[in-house]
């Protein structure tokens, strides 16, 4: 089993290694590891313009529809597509994780509740201060796979996209967060992979100690 520092640790390498997988159109990026004899799926989180214009900042948000999923954001249902065979042929056979931080977690649900229909369920799915993927039916699709999302402080990013009623009513894969750390007068202080790497760190070393 891979513990959620572990997996923190592969989301901050992220911004800093090459992409493991060739980056699509999307730009959506994969780096692959192995960690402890298991394989983890982890996804980079926003850095370019074009990923925050395809998160919630600089565009509207569009959702598209998907035959297992429903209702989803469209730039993360576009990136989480874009990459789905490549992972499917990366990870084989072998037990695996979906990991990812901001964006990069919207990514792994997306990719995790792609692969239900596959039979090739990852082992958990853990994320680290990722906005909304989709609705009631995605929230659905993903009841197979254990997920824990993690919410630092007050960061705001896990409860974007906004709900517009009555059509758009964008649910947490799992209900209630893990909350961890400390509120900031900033709220998007909070944001920080490095801060989320610390904080985890913390609650499993308490965690442990109990």
Sequence with gaps: MIS???CAQLCAATYNQPPTLPVPATGTDVCISTAEDCLVVAFRGSVTAEDWARDFICAPVVDRQDPQLGSCHAGF???AESVLTAITA???????YLTGHSLGGALALGVGALLVSTGKL???IVTFGAPRFGMAKFVAALRPIPIRQYRRGN????????DVPPLLQFLDARDPLIAI???QRDPFACHAIEGYV???KSKSNVCEAR
């Design 122 to 124: 990852p082992a958990a």
């Design 4 to 6: 959620d520092p572990v």
């Design 90 to 96: 990366a990870v084989g056979n072998r037990q695996y």
């Design 181 to 183: 750390g400390e509120a």
């Design 77 to 79: 249902l576009d990136g």
């Design 155 to 162: 960061d705001p990013v896990p409860f974007v996209p906004f």
């Design 198 to 200: 610390a904080d985890v």
